[in-house]
């Protein structure tokens, strides 16, 4: 069983950066992807940057893509993820999620293990 933790997140204004953090319990976390999910009130959850499960392929959704930085390091089982430029759009709960399968996903269905989240609220 894969226990993830978020921390990082809290209130920024619009134009600043956040740089989320994802730790890993149990499992074998090296052989998963992992990624970030974001859920604006009243909005689904959407899949927000994603990254394989050695570190080497990356992927940001169009919204966030040149403000967003993915990144992981298997030895201290963690992720990270920084967003640039905020803006009050990134708003939302942000969950960290671990797949069994190795490659990027984008789909919450192919995620097997989820964080609680992390409120991320961008002031303008």
């Known amino acids: 069983q894969v226990q993830l933790v978020e921390s990082g997140g809290g209130l920024v204004q619009a134009g600043g950066s956040l740089r989320l953090s994802c730790a890993a319990s149990?499992?074998?976390?090296?052989?998963?992807?992992m990624g970030w999910f974001r859920q604006a009130p009243g909005k689904e959850r959407e899949f927000v940057a994603g990254?394989?499960?050695?570190?080497?392929?990356?992927y940001c959704v169009d919204s966030v893509k040149g403000r967003c930085t993915i990144a992981r390091d298997n030895a201290k089982k963690t992720m990270h993820l920084q967003i640039d430029s905020l803006k009050p759009e990134d708003t939302g709960v942000y969950y960290c999620a671990a797949s069994k399968i190795r490659t990027v996903v984008a789909g919450w269905y192919d995620y097997d293990w989820w964080g609680q989240g992390t409120q991320v609220t961008v002031s303008s």
């Open positions: 149990g499992g074998t976390i090296s052989t998963y992807a």
């Open positions: 990254i394989n499960s050695h570190g080497g392929t990356t």
